[in-house]
């Protein structure tokens, strides 16, 4: 677990976590996928907007037998970068602990084929006491290239306090 430091920044945050994910001797299911994302770029203001913003190579690994990304891999890419996108936000006591998947919604535009760039942005729509909203978008190529993937999730904040 990573315990960010009160004076990190959005930034800082999030690339405290993607390491920790992408660590040798980290080797939970998200661990493979962590390693083939590169951190683009983290970007928050003060009235709660976060997007992070990560880059990848289609690998073979991550291909079905079509030769493109496997819809499990684009569910489980945006599972981690979304949520990274709340880390971006969080702040002491304040979704700075576990957060769990509620919903995680994928839609398919069009493939993405193995060897292909993917930008993955995602954005906090929505971060509550208890319950959050975000959003994320694949694109092919390039930060404006075609829509392939999006995906709407709801996530459940594990460390908050109870009634």
């Known amino acids: 677990m990573v315990e960010a430091k009160d004076d990190w920044t959005p930034e800082q945050k999030v690339k ?3 390491e920790y994910c992408s660590a040798e001797d980290y080797d939970y299911h998200d661990a493979s996928v962590a390693r083939f994302l590169k ?4 970007t928050f203001s003060p009235t709660g907007e976060a997007t992070t913003v990560f880059s990848f190579i289609v690998p073979r690994e991550l291909a079905n037998a079509n030769g493109s990304l496997h819809g499990g891999a684009v569910a ?3 599972d981690l970068t979304t949520s ?3 880390v971006a936000q969080s702040r002491k006591g304040f979704w700075d602990g576990g957060h769990v998947s509620r919903t995680l919604n994928c839609t398919f535009l069009r493939p993405a ?3 292909t760039k993917i930008f993955v942005e995602s954005k906090v729509v929505h971060l509550g006491k208890r319950m959050a909203q975000t959003t994320g978008t694949m694109k092919l190529g390039s930060k404006d290239g ?3 993937y999006t995906c709407e999730h709801g996530k459940a904040n594990a460390g908050a ?3």
Not at 39 to 42: F, G, T
């Open 16 to 18: 405290a976590w993607f």
């Open 39 to 42: 951190l683009e770029e983290v």
């Open 76 to 78: 489980l890419i945006f």
């Open 84 to 86: 990274l996108s709340i």
């Open 113 to 115: 084929p193995e060897g």
């Open 146 to 148: 075609k829509v392939a």
């Open 161 to 163: 306090a109870s009634l």
